[in-house]
């Protein structure tokens, strides 16, 4: 017999209105998110708009009132903690969408958490580079835009999160994979590739948005022939790595677009690619219609200890030595703190922000002055920092109200070994392995720096080094997770504690604020849940 189902119209209502309410996103263009800072009731774009700064001025939530801050709702992916969740939510008017580990994407109601869809991408029975994570979606119009694990590039309905189109970006088989959270940026969707340990050659794409035809094709690693292939020994600039894994930041006054790529490949032996292996990691300023390169600075030559340079980089307008400069600004994973000129690419200064042992400082152009003796060894080569860098990709914030940078900083140590490894398609290639003393005094901190001059102003100190960024607020506030679960607010002027709440599992992502219905909110992911966070009635 076949049964028939009746749903009654009040139960259908509810979805109905969040729908019709969600078709308001179809009015986030290119121009809206240029201006993203000036809708603090959204979170727009990965980092919350182009600079990169992590910032909201939104300052309901504060210091003297921020200990009433209470847990609002909680949403529950289902996919497993172990799998490290590290979106981050982009809110528009009403509407949150998260991505999940294993190729999961989610519409949400942000005033109550409830779901509204689900997309789920099935993955190749292989094991896939780089972990099952997903940083974010990228929004633009109608249309939400997700890189997979297996190297696709998928873009989704908003009101259904249905396909609308799909596209392979390379062969995921090989080692590509995609985790990072494409950048809108005009008409283009931009986005990077990982693989950098697999001995793969890296690229930044630009596609459509409407039809997923790929427009422009960035090699991290030039060709035989094309300027800088000479600092690749032979042809290992065919396994190069140098990923572009990371979200990059995009300046609309000089239109110029700032990525920063990983480690060349394999990671830890470098007698096989010898010579400076540009463009690994670095910071490429690039034109985001043609993709072509309009500068280039390298934060690390011939790497041979796994010091990506894929942080986000911050864009900051500020006075240095006595007039306005565009600064483009990164802590890095070689423990070196960098200010750059963004429109040139001019080196202007460095200093350490973490414990360095490989170099005894950063010479006049920019390039690091290296200790003999420091590359990795048969018998193991302690050296500091360890192999997840004094900056990772944890996000930094900057607070314009008290003009600090705040970063994570990882302090831990690593013995670095070499060894001959051969390239197998598909699969890990480090050239050797590190490995991190389980009875080694390590700890993470958050830094509070003069952009300017690397000058630390003031420290906040965590029991193990974390992977989690920091957001900065008007309120005076600083918000940063842990290892330990907890989710901290500190004073932005002076890093003291003033609220911390355990989420129940490690948080590896960076926060965000709006406003909703009059109030602020904080956001953040942690083992398989999301947290949103207001102040108690």
Avoid at 162 to 186: C, F, H, M, Q
């Amino acid at each position: 017999m076949k049964r028939t189902w009746f749903v009654p119209v009040a139960c259908l209502l509810p979805m109905f209105l969040a729908f019709s309410g969600l078709s308001r996103a179809g009015d986030v263009t290119s121009q809206r998110l240029v201006r993203a800072l000036e809708e603090p009731q959204n979170w727009l774009t990965y980092r919350g708009d182009y600079s990169g700064r992590n910032y909201r001025p939104l300052k309901q939530i504060h210091k003297g009132n921020v200990a009433d801050l209470r847990v609002d709702w909680v949403f529950q992916t289902g996919v497993g903690a172990a799998a490290k969740f590290q979106t981050v939510p982009l809110v528009v008017d009403g509407m949150m969408y998260i991505t999940a580990p294993y190729n999961n994407g989610y519409a949400l109601d942000a005033r109550t958490g409830r779901r509204l869809w689900r997309y789920q991408r099935s993955l190749p029975d292989q094991s896939l580079c780089c972990g099952p994570i997903n940083r974010g979606f990228a929004l633009l119009r109608d249309k939400l835009f997700m890189a997979t694990l297996d190297s696709h590039l998928v873009a989704l309905d908003t009101k259904t999160g249905n396909v609308l189109w799909d596209i392979e970006r390379a062969d995921y088989k090989i080692g590509y994979s995609s985790t990072g959270a494409p950048l809108i940026v005009k008409d283009k969707v931009i986005i990077g590739t990982g693989g950098g340990e697999y001995g793969v050659r890296c690229f930044l794409d630009a596609y459509d948005p409407d039809t997923g035809k790929r427009l422009w094709r960035f090699w991290t690693i030039p060709a035989a022939g094309e300027p800088g292939s000479e600092t690749w020994l032979g042809d290992s600039w065919k396994t190069g790595g140098a990923p572009t894994w990371m979200t990059g930041t995009y300046d609309p006054e000089l239109d110029l677009l700032y990525w920063c790529t990983g480690n060349p490949a394999p990671d830890l032996n470098g007698e096989t690619r010898l010579g400076d292996n540009l463009y690994s990691a670095s910071v490429v300023a690039l034109d985001p219609d043609t993709g072509k390169m309009k500068w280039y600075f390298q934060f690390t030559p011939h790497d041979v200890h796994d010091w990506d340079a894929n942080e986000v980089p911050v864009l900051l307008d500020l006075e240095m030595d006595g007039k306005p400069r565009k600064l483009l600004v990164q802590s890095n994973r070689n423990g070196f703190y960098y200010v750059l000129d963004r429109e040139t690419g001019e080196f202007l200064h460095a200093n350490a922000v973490a414990r360095v042992t490989w170099a005894s400082g950063i010479d006049a152009k920019g390039r690091p002055m290296v200790l003999p003796d420091t590359a990795p060894t048969p018998e193991g080569n302690r050296q500091c920092p360890g192999m997840g860098g004094g900056s990772n990709w944890m996000a930094p914030s900057y607070n314009p109200d008290a003009g600090l940078l705040y970063v994570v900083v990882r302090e831990e140590c690593t013995d670095y070994f070499s060894s001959e490894q051969e390239l197998e398609p598909g699969h890990f290639w480090l050239g050797s392995f590190p490995r991190v003393k389980p009875d080694e005094d390590t700890w993470g901190v958050v830094k509070a720096l003069v952009p300017t001059t690397g000058e630390v102003k003031w420290e906040f100190k965590f029991h193990t080094p974390t992977w989690a960024g920091t957001l900065s607020t008007a309120g005076g506030l600083v918000f940063v997770g842990d290892m330990e679960g907890y989710l901290t607010a500190l004073d932005a002027h002076t890093g003291k504690s003033l609220w911390r709440f355990q989420t129940g599992s490690p948080i590896t992502t960076h926060p965000i604020t709006y406003m909703l219905d009059g109030r602020q909110i904080v956001s953040v992911a942690a083992g398989s849940n999301l947290f949103t966070f207001s102040l108690a009635p």
